[in-house]
Structures are given as C-alpha cells and as structure tokens.
C-alpha cells in the first residue's frame, strides 16, 4: 500500500500563490508517475499536472504558465507550486501516485482562491 498526505491548501486571495506538498508513505520503491488533481464543488475530478519520475511534465491548458509541478525522489514528495491563482483554482486538490499500475490517491486539501 501507498500513503499519499497533501498539505499546504488555504485560502488566498486572487493573484497570489501557494505551494503544495504530497508526501508518500509506505510501499514507495518504484512509483511511477505522481500528479495533482482537483475537483471543484460540483463538477467532475480533473488533471492539473503529472510529472514522471524522470522529470517529464504534463499540464491542463488552463494551468499552464501559472502552476510548476517537481519531484523529490529521495523524499517521494511531488510539489504543485501555483502562482497567479484565480478563483476558479477553488477546488479540493488530490495528490496521485501510480505503482504497477495500480492507482493510489490522498484524502486531498482543500484550496480556496478569494476575488
């Protein structure tokens, strides 16, 4: 099994930034690719950024320019650094890592962007 723990979700005003960390725990040796979700009130889950453990990125259009997804191997920890943030960034955030195809999320933070 594969804990995933996010933290670093608040409330933020319109054009400011925050970072979030996803912290893996447990069977960790191996994991595939990490990225960040998220799923506003109402509306479906979506992909925010991916990034594979050898650095390749992967992000919706409406982040791009604004978001920086990283990677910690030696920590397996995956960062989503979010700069410019609007209010239809206000979602819950989801950390996701793959393991031999199995797919392992966290409980997710929550992430509220103010006008």
């Known amino acids: 099994q594969v804990q995933l723990v996010e933290s670093g979700g608040g409330l933020v005003q319109a054009g400011g930034s925050l970072r979030l960390s996803c912290a893996a725990s447990?069977?960790?040796?191996?994991?595939?690719?990490m990225g960040w979700y998220r799923q506003a009130s109402g509306k479906q889950r979506e992909l925010v950024a991916t990034v594979t453990t050898s650095g390749s990125t992967n992000y919706a259009d409406s982040v791009k320019g604004r978001f920086t997804i990283s990677r910690d191997n030696a920590k397996s920890t995956v960062y989503l650094q979010m700069n410019s943030l609007k209010p239809e960034d206000t979602a819950v955030y989801y950390c996701k890592a793959d393991r031999y195809g199995m797919a392992y999320w966290g409980k997710g933070t929550l992430v509220t962007v103010s006008s």
């Open positions: 447990g069977l960790i040796s191996r994991l595939n690719a």
